[in-house]
């Protein structure tokens, strides 16, 4: 299934087509639809499974307000913002690289999907840091969980939902940097063309998505109840 | 669905909006605002969600069964969260989560 080297696009004939071209489209305009189409359809599935994850913040949160301020409280605003501006800076890169590869310019193609893989490679390692942190300060809900007392069960949920509402989403960074690396090569190997875009573009996709995920997940984990304490 | 090249002059337009939303929301954040403190950090994130999906992911630019499927999945998540949250807040009279 993999296209060759060089793929030459004309209008398909019976004789030839876009190596490109699965045989079960009519045209590479046809072909890329239906695939940014099949992402988007994924990416609904996505809001789902994050969504349920969201919905329970929002019992809990709506359950226990002051733990939940009192909690967030003890995440790194310094890094949880820089890393909002890293992942936002990725989606920039990663638009410029579907541009860069809608004009067929190759080498800025490869460009954008690098700087876009770092920035990503930056946000897991923040992510990292603050992991080690809140190992540090016994902030892991389990037998190792330290607290003030008035809080320590409710805190412990917070806790919970940070590590796997954060985790979940690092887990589809690490995909995402994995689809990368994938693009990065195609691009490199002359697979991707002005006329075959659309897989930079539906890649692009899923990392938008991941993108917005985040900024839904800053402000919900790190900035409630800010103003409560100095 | 168009394979409509969108100028670099909106990407950077859209990064810079949402790198000034990002600040806002931080800095509203140490307002007090009682309750309209999750109000303004949601408002802000959901525009700046909505910024990322009509031009970084060309949602404007694409065709209805695209903007069908986005708002189908806005739908079945609204019904999730009101579905649910419409549960836990009727179980009391206060109309709170109790």
């Not at chain 1, 299934?1 to 030459?8: D, K």
């Not at chain 1, 691009?187 to 573009?201: K, V």
């Not at chain 2, 140490?30 to 959901?46: Q, S, Y």
């Not at chain 2, 992911?57 to 069964?65: E, F």
């Amino acid at each position: 299934m993999s296209p060759e080297t060089h793929a030459v696009a004309h209008e398909p004939s019976h004789h030839h087509h876009p190596a490109a071209l699965a045989h079960h489209f009519e045209d590479l305009g046809q072909q890329s639809e239906a695939a940014t189409l099949g992402m988007w359809v994924f990416l609904v599935t996505e809001v789902l499974f994050f969504g349920g994850l969201f919905l329970a913040y929002t019992i809990y949160r709506g359950w226990y307000p002051d733990a939940f301020a009192v909690s967030s409280h003890e995440l790194d605003i310094v890094l949880g913002t820089t890393n909002t501006i890293v992942l936002i800076t990725s989606s920039l890169t990663m638009a410029m690289a579907v541009h860069s590869a809608q004009l067929g310019h190759r080498r800025k193609l490869m460009m954008f999907l690098s700087l876009t893989m770092l920035l990503g490679l930056a946000f897991l390692g923040i992510k990292g840091v603050e992991y080690y942190h809140k190992f540090v300060e016994h902030h892991i809900p389990g037998p190792t969980f330290q607290f003030e007392e008035k809080y320590v069960r409710e805190a412990q949920i917070f806790f919970s939902l940070y590590f796997v509402m954060t985790g979940l989403h690092a887990l589809h960074m690490i995909i995402g940097l994995g689809i990368m690396i994938w693009m990065f090569i195609w691009s490199w190997n002359g697979t991707i063309t002005r006329e075959y875009s659309n897989p930079i573009e539906v890649s692009g996709l899923y990392w938008h998505f991941v993108d917005i995920v985040w900024i839904f997940l800053f402000p919900l984990l790190y900035l409630v109840g800010r103003h409560l304490h100095s | 669905m168009s394979n409509h090249i969108v100028p670099l002059r909106t990407y950077y337009l859209v990064f810079l909006t949402l790198i000034v939303c990002t600040a806002i929301t931080v800095a509203v954040s140490f307002v007090d605002l009682g309750r309209f403190n999750v109000v303004a950090a949601l408002g802000i994130a959901i525009l700046k969600a909505t910024l990322v999906v009509l031009f970084f992911m060309h949602v404007k630019y694409s065709g209805k069964l695209t903007w069908v499927v986005v708002a189908g999945s806005l739908f079945w998540l609204g019904i999730l969260i009101v579905m649910t949250a419409g549960d836990y807040l009727t179980r009391v009279r206060t109309g709170t989560f109790g």
